[in-house]
């Protein structure tokens, strides 16, 4: 009986671990070569992951946050928000769930995460063995500076992480589509 219970064992640890050494489509990951080559691509995230806290779970809790979320998965479908890269300069707008550590006036009534011009510090490596690419920079509004950390997979999904120096960090999951120049439109790919 322990020998068996250690082969059934065996076994479903091997087929769990080789799960993780899926081929990825040669296709989409050409097309995510290309985007990133000519800089045209723009994100559209369809979650968004802030750190959980007290008072985000009592948000969840009184059902303010649109149906299937949780504190700290919350569902962006028909929500506007994007990441668009295009040659040096990206355009962001992202809805922001989670707290402020500190005040940026009465007067500041926007609590997204816009910005539109050229980050600072960018960073891009390609992972041959994960097929990814890691985007990492720094972006400057007028009263706080991101940290954005961008993880594009080869099946043209994306990660993007946030963190401020004035609010709890940010996580959102999305898709990578192509972003066409003349209109600054995104255009699926499918």
């Not at 059934?8 to 080789?18: A, H, I, K, P």
């Amino acid at each position: 009986m322990k020998t068996l219970f250690l082969i059934f064992t065996s076994c479903l640890l091997v087929s769990c671990g080789s799960s993780q050494n899926l081929e990825i489509s040669t296709e989409e990951s050409k097309a995510l070569d290309e985007l990133v080559a000519q800089k045209k691509l723009e994100i559209i995230s369809d979650w968004a992951s802030p750190l959980a806290s007290s008072s985000l779970n009592a948000l969840s809790n009184s059902g303010l946050f649109p149906a299937g979320s949780t504190a700290n998965n919350i569902n962006l479908i028909g929500n506007f928000n994007h990441f668009r890269i295009l040659g040096d300069s990206i355009s962001v707008y992202l809805p922001y769930y989670g707290e402020r550590r500190i005040s940026t006036g009465f007067n500041n009534r926007n609590n997204n995460i816009e910005f539109d011009g050229v980050p600072e510090d960018v960073k891009i490596t390609y992972n041959e063995k994960k097929q990814r690419y890691l985007m990492k920079f720094g972006i400057r509004n007028t009263t706080e500076w991101l940290r954005v950390s961008v993880t594009l997979y080869s099946n043209m999904r994306s990660d993007i992480m946030i963190q401020s120096n004035h609010r709890t960090s940010i996580q959102y999951r999305g898709k990578v589509i192509k972003l066409e120049e003349n209109n600054n439109k995104a255009v699926s790919n499918n």
